[in-house]
């Protein structure tokens, strides 16, 4: 550029195609996500912990976002089914799973997935964590663990603890339980952990390890009797009630946890978009109090941290399964 195009230009007298012609090539602009609802696939039934926080969330999501997020329920084989449903979708951000713990037991359970978890799908984001309750019907004549196990022993194999299905987180934490505490009590297993619920709070089962997201109201009402809380620590819900390992069964400790998943694939952007506006609904104090009211308590991180987190626990779950010997076809 001369000496006299230069002043004119700094002036802003120089002429369009001069100008057009400096400026360097414009990026391709970045489509933006979403622009139309997005589907929420839910692997558990309606009512049980996993179906509760993806409609907490959603709710909040469709708000920020401005579009219907829908949230979709397909049960079946401990939340497999919809994983699989949403393993072969398309890879656009506009179907996601949620998924619970039940999600890294799988793996280890089933001989033949009709999806890959280490392949098929992607981490989007850790979502909360919560502990299962070890929870009885009222009518059982057991006040504390001790007393149930008690129970148990004088009687064995007549009493029947409730899961959301075969291999589910529920199932695995009443099976850890019976190994650790020495008690043979039969598992009676639903499709999907709101039934499970329900039929507990009818007294056709005795027990059963429910998420505290599905399972709060009902001990706060009466109409189930919490005994002990499955993590390490007390709850601050219910910080009166002692963990597993407090009540007499020792290095007892397990809790469920939920999270998003897209199709492996899913474009880089729409994933981190996903996962900054969901980050920033659990952290709302809101929904940070519903979730600690419900007896869990916000995670978050990134999609990387999530992919980590998951990795451990699939390879934790396998090891206790085949210790325990455990297998479903």
């Not at 043979?184 to 009818?202: C, N």
């Not at 659990?282 to 929904?287: A, R, Y």
Request: net charge positive; aromatic share 6%.
């Amino acid at each position: 550029m001369n000496k006299n195009k230069y002043l004119q230009c700094a002036l802003g007298t120089c002429t369009v195609a001069f100008a057009h012609a400096a400026q360097p090539q414009a990026a391709t602009p970045v489509s933006p996500y979403p622009v139309k609802p997005v589907h929420f696939v839910v692997g558990q039934s309606p009512g049980g912990g996993t179906d509760l926080i993806a409609r907490a969330v959603t709710a909040r999501l469709s708000e920020t976002i401005g579009h219907s997020m829908i949230v979709d329920n397909r049960t079946g084989a401990a939340g497999s089914v919809g994983a699989g449903l949403v393993a072969k979708s398309a890879p656009d951000g506009y179907t996601l799973l949620v998924v619970s713990s039940s999600y890294a037991i799988n793996p280890g359970l089933y001989s033949s997935l009709t999806f890959d978890p280490a392949k098929d799908l992607t981490p989007v984001i850790l979502l909360a964590q919560a502990p299962f309750l070890l929870v009885v019907h009222p009518s059982l004549p057991a006040q504390s663990v001790k007393e149930l196990i008690a129970l148990a022993k004088a009687k064995p194999g007549t009493l029947n603890f409730a899961s959301g299905g075969a291999g589910s987180s529920g199932h695995l934490a009443g099976e850890l339980f019976q190994n650790a505490a020495g008690i043979r009590i039969t598992h009676v297993p639903y499709k999907g952990a709101g039934p499970a619920l329900t039929d507990t709070i009818a007294g056709q089962v005795q027990l059963t390890f429910a998420s505290m997201l599905s399972s709060l109201q009902h001990v706060r009402s009466t109409r189930l009797r919490a005994l002990a809380v499955t993590s390490v620590k007390r709850s601050a819900a219910l910080p009166e009630l002692p963990t597993v390992a407090e009540a007499g069964v020792r290095d007892y400790a397990t809790t469920s946890w939920y999270g998003v998943l897209a199709p492996s694939g899913t474009a880089v952007a729409a994933i981190t978009r996903m996962n900054t506006e969901l980050h920033k609904i659990i952290t709302l104090p809101d929904v940070r109090q519903k979730l600690a009211a419900d007896g869990a308590e916000p995670a978050g991180g990134s999609p990387q941290e999530f992919q980590k987190y998951l990795t451990a626990e699939i390879t934790k779950w396998s090891r206790v399964i085949r210790a325990a010997g455990i297998k479903i076809e």
